[in-house]
Each structure stands twice: as structure tokens, then as C-alpha cells.
């Protein structure tokens, strides 16, 4: 008879898990482009100054996944269509980011429970969750649709290795946030 297989749990980042980290995102970035640019210091990275909350998730005791949430401000696409269509102040946002899970540990549900507990994270500061991804980021695109997310549009950038079109979400509303 074969043994269950253990439940996966979401949890705060500890800086001892970053190396595990990287190596989970190596093997995205392998397999889906995600980042599209591999950063000389993912583990700088994947911590970035400001964040204000990040989660791994965790299968058989393996970390498999990880999700993280900065305040927004006026500067970032996400926020500031948020604040655009809301006529509300972008630092009233966190952007979700640094999402992924390891290619092994898909379709089980853990990029829908990371991004569900980023959401919460920023209800819990007070702060209407946003976020963007690349267009063409098809499983992340459908991801976040499929969990109720808003699509407020695209937005085209300049980054250092050409343009790229972002489409940016909007998370759902805190219970007691203004309509
Ligand atoms: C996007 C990503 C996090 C999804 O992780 P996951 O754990 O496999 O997703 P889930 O199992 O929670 O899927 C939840 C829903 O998303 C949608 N979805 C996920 N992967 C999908 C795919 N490859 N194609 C179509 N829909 C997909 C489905 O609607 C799914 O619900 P369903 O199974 O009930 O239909 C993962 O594919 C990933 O790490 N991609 C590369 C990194 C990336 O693009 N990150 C986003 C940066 S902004």
C-alpha cells in the first residue's frame, strides 16, 4: 500500500529557506522563463528591501513555492492603475510578487493558496492586494483570473532588454474597504 502523500503547508520565509528558494526558482526560470531576466543575486532577489510580508509553501518538507508583498507606491504600474480607477492613493496597495512554484509541484493548488494568503496578508495591513505579470505568462494569467482577480488592462514598459506588456490585477476588496 502506498503512503499518503503529506499535506502541503503555507508558512512564513525564514532567510534560512532563501537558498531553497533560489534553487526552486532556477528551476522555474528553467522551465518557464519566470524571471525572464536570471538575477545575479536571486536570493537578494527574491528578498527585496520593503517587502512587508513573503510566504513559502511547503510539500513532503520540501520548500516548493514562495510569494511576496511590497506596498505599493505611485511608481509601480499595478498600484497606480489601482489608484487611477479607484481615485484611492496607491500606498493604500501591496503588490504581490516573486510568485512561482516548482515545476514538480504543480496543478495542486499551492499558486492559488500562496496567492489567496498574499491577498490576506495585505488585508491584514489595511492594504487592497494588486499585482502584474508579463503577458505572455499564460498559467500565471489564467491563475489569477481564476481566483477572482480584476483585470484592470495592460500596460507596456521599457525594461533594460526591450519592452514588454504587462497586465495588471487587482485582488478582491477587504470586507470593510470602501466601495
Ligand atoms: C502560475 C503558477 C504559480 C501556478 O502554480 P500552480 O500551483 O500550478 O497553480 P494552481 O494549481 O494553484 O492552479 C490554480 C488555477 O490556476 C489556473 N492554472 C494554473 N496553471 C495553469 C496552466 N498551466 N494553464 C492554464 N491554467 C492554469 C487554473 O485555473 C487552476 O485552477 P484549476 O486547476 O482548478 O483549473 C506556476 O505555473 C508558476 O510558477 N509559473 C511560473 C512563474 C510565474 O509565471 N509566476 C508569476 C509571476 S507574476
Known amino acids: ?18 537558498p531553497r528558494c533560489a534553487a526552486v526558482l532556477r528551476a522555474v526560470h528553467k522551465a518557464d522563463g519566470y524571471p ?12 527585496t ?7 513559502v509553501a511547503v510539500l513532503d518538507g520540501e520548500i516548493v513555492g514562495h ?6 507606491t ?12 479607484t481615485g484611492r492613493d496607491a500606498a493604500e496597495t501591496a503588490e504581490v510578487g516573486r510568485l512561482f512554484v516548482a515545476p514538480t509541484a504543480r496543478g495542486l493548488g499551492l499558486g492559488a493558496r500562496l496567492l489567496a494568503a498574499a491577498g490576506a496578508a495585505a488585508h491584514e495591513r489595511g492594504l487592497h492586494p494588486v499585482l502584474c505579470v508579463r503577458d505572455g505568462d499564460r498559467a500565471a ?8 482577480w480584476t483585470d484592470t488592462g495592460t500596460a507596456r ?13 487587482a485582488g478582491p476588496a477587504r470586507a470593510d474597504e470602501p466601495a
Open 1 to 18: 500500500m502506498s503512503e499518503p502523500r503529506a499535506t502541503a503547508v503555507l508558512r512564513p520565509r525564514e532567510a534560512g529557506d532563501l
Open 36 to 47: 525572464r531576466n536570471w538575477p545575479a543575486d536571486p536570493a537578494a532577489w527574491l528578498a
Open 49 to 55: 528591501a520593503g517587502q512587508c510580508a513573503a510566504l
Open 67 to 72: 510569494a511576496a508583498l511590497t506596498p505599493g
Open 74 to 85: 505611485a511608481r509601480d504600474t499595478a498600484a497606480a492603475r489601482w489608484a487611477a480607477r
Open 141 to 148: 494569467v489564467a491563475l489569477y483570473r481564476r481566483a477572482g
Open 157 to 169: 514598459e521599457d525594461w533594460p532588454d526591450g519592452p514588454v506588456t504587462l497586465r495588471c490585477f
